[in-house]
């Protein structure tokens, strides 16, 4: 196989060849796939599923977006409402838990002593109490040892 990028000499005549098409697919800065020895439609099917996958990429950072300026706005008219409220001279404490793509996002606002303690209990994070459920289960631990040792 010749080297397409040398010239080629025809009757006496140099000639210059027109380059070869890029045997690399650019996936962004400095990062590049060698596609010498695929076919033109395997390198096409290459660029297809990296185009396919920066429409996801730039449809789940729009979505970030989204996100994160729904919570500002949120974050926002708490605020708001916190520093009314505050002014007015009443006591206010706001929670709010939120789960999205960001994650879990706790916060507490207010003017108040449970506010400025700054934890979000259980309930409020939405988590089931299931205390009853433990003392239930503790008295028939009790039961079952009371029983077995009166034998």
Same mark, same amino acid.
């Given at each position: 196989?010749? %080297?397409?990028?040398?010239?080629?000499?025809?009757? !006496? &005549?140099?000639? /210059?060849?027109? /380059?070869?098409?890029?045997?690399?697919?650019?996936?962004?800065? /400095?990062?590049? +796939? %060698?596609?010498?020895?695929?076919? &033109?439609?395997?390198?096409?099917?290459?660029?297809?599923?990296?185009?396919?996958?920066? +429409?996801?990429?730039?449809?789940?950072?729009?979505?970030?977006?989204?996100?994160?300026?729904?919570?500002?706005? !949120?974050?926002?008219?708490?605020?708001?409402?916190?520093?009314?409220?505050? &002014?007015? !001279?009443?006591?206010?404490? +706001?929670?709010?838990?939120?789960?999205?793509?960001?994650?879990?996002? &706790?916060?507490?606002?207010?003017?108040?002593?449970?506010?400025?303690?700054?934890?979000?209990?259980?309930?409020?994070? !939405?988590?089931?109490?299931?205390?009853?459920?433990?003392?239930?289960?503790?008295?028939?631990? +009790?039961?079952?040892?009371?029983?077995?040792?009166?034998?």
């Amino acid at each position: 196989m010749s %080297d397409p990028t040398k010239q080629v000499i025809k009757t !006496g &005549e140099v000639l /210059p060849v027109a /380059p070869a098409p890029s045997n690399k697919i650019q996936l962004g800065a /400095p990062n590049q +796939i %060698d596609t010498t020895g695929l076919t &033109e439609q395997q390198v096409q099917q290459l660029r297809l599923k990296y185009a396919e996958g920066m +429409i996801a990429l730039n449809q789940k950072a729009q979505e970030l977006q989204m996100d994160v300026a729904a919570m500002n706005a !949120g974050l926002n008219t708490m605020a708001s409402t916190v520093k009314e409220v505050s &002014e007015a !001279g009443d006591a206010v404490t +706001i929670t709010n838990v939120q789960k999205n793509a960001l994650g879990q996002t &706790e916060v507490i606002m207010g003017n108040t002593e449970t506010a400025m303690k700054g934890r979000i209990s259980r309930a409020q994070r !939405g988590d089931k109490d299931r205390t009853l459920w433990y003392v239930i289960i503790a008295a028939v631990v +009790i039961i079952v040892a009371f029983m077995a040792f009166a034998k």
